[in-house]
C-alpha cells in the first residue's frame, strides 16, 4: 500500500518529497506507512501466511509513504482529483514493486514517455487484461522536460494510454495469453488502461534524470482513493 500525501500538512509534519522520497532518513514517512501497515496487520488480518500470500512481498510492504513535490508544471495532484489546493490529503495506491526508469538523453516528452509505457506493459506484468490503475512518480527532470515542451499532465496521460499497450503475439509468445498465435496477432494490440484516470500521475525525487513506474494489482476492484485530511487540535 502505497500513501501520498498532498497540502499544507506535508511540509509542516516533515513527509519527505525530493531525495529519497522513497527511502530511509525520514521520521514522519516510515512512521506513517509503518502505522497503516500495522492496521492492516492487526485489523484486516493481512499477515503472511494468513490473507497476505505474496509469493516473495516487497520492502514497501514495511512503510511507504511520501509526497508530491510543489514545484512541478502542473496542478497538484490532489487539485486533479477535485480537492482545494490549500486541502491536505492522503492517498492510498495498492502497489505492485517500483521500477525505476532512466532516461537522460531525452529532450522532448516521447521518449521519456515511451520508456515509461514499456515499463508499464512487459510481458511479465500482472496487467495484460487492462483494467488496472498504475502509478508514475515523475523525477523533477523528466518534469522539467513537459514543462519546456507545453505538455499538461493529462497530455501525458493521454500518450501512455496509448502507447502502454503489448502486441497479442508477444503475449501469446510469452504464454500470457492461451491460444496458438493467429495471423492477425501481429498487428493486434492490448493495451494496458482504458481511460487516462487510470494513470496516478504525481512528482516527487531529487535531482537526477530518474523516475519510477508503480503497476497497480492487475485487476477492476483495486482502485485508489483520496481522501482529505481533518486535523484535530
Known amino acids: 500500500m502505497v500513501l501520498i500525501v498532498n497540502g499544507p500538512i506535508a511540509e509542516r509534519i516533515g513527509i519527505n518529497s525530493g531525495h529519497n522520497a522513497f527511502g530511509q532518513g525520514h521520521r514522519a514517512n516510515a512512521t506513517i506507512g509503518r502505522a497503516v501497515r500495522l492496521v492492516m496487520m492487526n485489523v484486516m488480518n493481512t499477515r503472511p501466511g494468513l490473507l497476505d500470500r505474496a509469493t516473495f512481498g516487497n520492502p514497501g510492504k514495511y512503510t511507504f509513504c511520501f509526497a508530491e513535490r510543489p514545484d512541478h508544471p502542473w496542478e497538484a495532484f490532489h487539485v486533479s482529483r477535485g480537492f482545494a489546493a490549500d486541502d491536505s490529503t492522503v492517498t492510498l495506491y495498492a502497489s505492485n514493486s517500483l521500477h525505476q526508469v532512466f532516461n537522460q538523453l531525452a529532450a522532448t516528452p516521447e521518449p521519456i514517455l515511451l520508456c515509461y509505457a514499456d515499463t508499464l506493459y512487459n510481458t ?59 495471423e492477425t496477432d501481429g498487428t493486434t494490440w492490448r493495451h494496458a488502461f482504458r481511460a487516462p484516470e487510470d494513470i496516478l500521475l504525481v512528482c516527487a525525487g531529487g535531482a537526477g534524470s530518474w523516475s519510477a513506474c508503480l503497476p497497480g494489482w492487475g485487476n477492476k476492484w483495486t482502485r485508489s482513493v483520496t481522501t482529505r485530511i481533518e486535523e484535530t487540535r
Open 124 to 182: 511479465g506484468s500482472p496487467n495484460v487484461i487492462g483494467f488496472n490503475e498504475s502509478l508514475v512518480v515523475m523525477g523533477i527532470e523528466h518534469a522539467e522536460v513537459m514543462r519546456a515542451n507545453g505538455w499538461s499532465r493529462r497530455d501525458v496521460q493521454n500518450f501512455l494510454v496509448e502507447h502502454t499497450r503489448r502486441r497479442v503475439a508477444d503475449l501469446k509468445r510469452a504464454g500470457r495469453l492461451i491460444g496458438a498465435i493467429a
